[in-house]
Structures are given as C-alpha cells and as structure tokens.
C-alpha cells in the first residue's frame, strides 16, 4: 500500500468566504463598540460633572460662597486665582481637586455660571456643551447639573428618586 499524501491548499474562493464572514463579524462588533464609546464619553462627563460639584461644594463650605464667574472653576485646582478682597482666610483653599479638569470629554470648556440664571439665584449653573461642543441652552446633548437623568442627555445630580407613582 503506497499512500500518496496530496498536499491541499485553500481555494480562492474558500478565502474569499473566510475573509467575508471577518469583514462582517468585524463591522457589527465595531458598530456595537462605537455606540459603547458615545455612552462612555457622555458616561465620563456625567462623572466629572459629579467630581466638579464636590468641589464646589468643598469650597461653598470654606469660604460660603460659590466662586464667582471670574474665578470660575479653574480655582478648584489653582488657589492663586482667589479673589484677594473676597477672601481673607486664604489658608483655607487646600485644593480642592487633585487634577486640573478644565474640560470635557470632547476637549470644551465646561459652562459655569453664578449666580444661577435658572430658579435659585443662589447657585450655580454647570453644564457641558455636548459631543456637539455648541451651546443649546439645555436643549439637544448638552450635559448639565441641573436636568434628571433621561433620554435627552440628562443628568442625575445624586438626589433620591421620587417614590413610584400608582397604586
């Protein structure tokens, strides 16, 4: 019994089959990824969002008060930015965030506002403008401390939810 072994090799149209079920694997896995990076990104913001309110409330319990619009946020992580003539106990100002985060996800300033020009004129308004980066006044994808989370891009400010209504 002499057993010729026969050397066999893929056709063309068997590597043509292989790479076509790849290509399709790889566009649904990477249509699902990018939809992934979108939320991520607004995720992050929402997060940083968070982060910045602590701050800011580190410092509404130091100096009682939030900083002004000419401070803005940048003195959460720079103390040299204090108002000298609003603040007499400088000591105070540790730091207030470790890392300067002078913007968002998709490289925009954050907004920041105080006095709020929305109900309570003795906070603050925070907001980022969106994947966008375009000021819509809350409206489309901007990203604000203000709104409930929900579809449009809102945001939960860590408050409880309200009680489930019905019965």
């Not at 403008?129 to 994808?141: A, F, T």
Request: a negative charge; glycine letters at 10%.
């Amino acid at each position: 019994m002499n057993h010729r072994r026969r050397a066999r090799g893929f056709t063309l149209i068997e590597v043509m089959i292989v790479i076509a079920i790849v290509l399709a694997l790889t566009a649904i896995v990477g249509v699902a990824v990018l939809g992934r990076r979108d939320q991520a990104d607004v995720s992050l913001t929402k997060t940083k969002i968070n982060f910045l309110k602590s701050a800011l409330d580190g410092f509404q319990l130091d100096y009682n008060r939030w900083p002004t619009e000419e401070e803005g946020l940048a003195v959460l992580w720079d103390k040299e930015l204090l108002d000298p003539e609003a603040d007499v106990n400088k000591y105070l100002n540790k730091g207030y965030m470790k890392e300067p985060t002078p913007t968002d996800q998709w490289g925009n300033e954050w907004g920041y506002r105080f006095p709020s020009m929305r109900d309570d004129e003795t906070q603050y308004d925070l907001w980022s403008y969106g994947p966008n980066g375009e000021d819509e006044d809350g409206e489309g994808d901007d990203i604000t401390s203000w709104r409930k989370d929900d579809e449009d891009g809102g945001f939960d400010d860590g408050l409880m939810p309200p009680p489930p209504s019905g019965g």
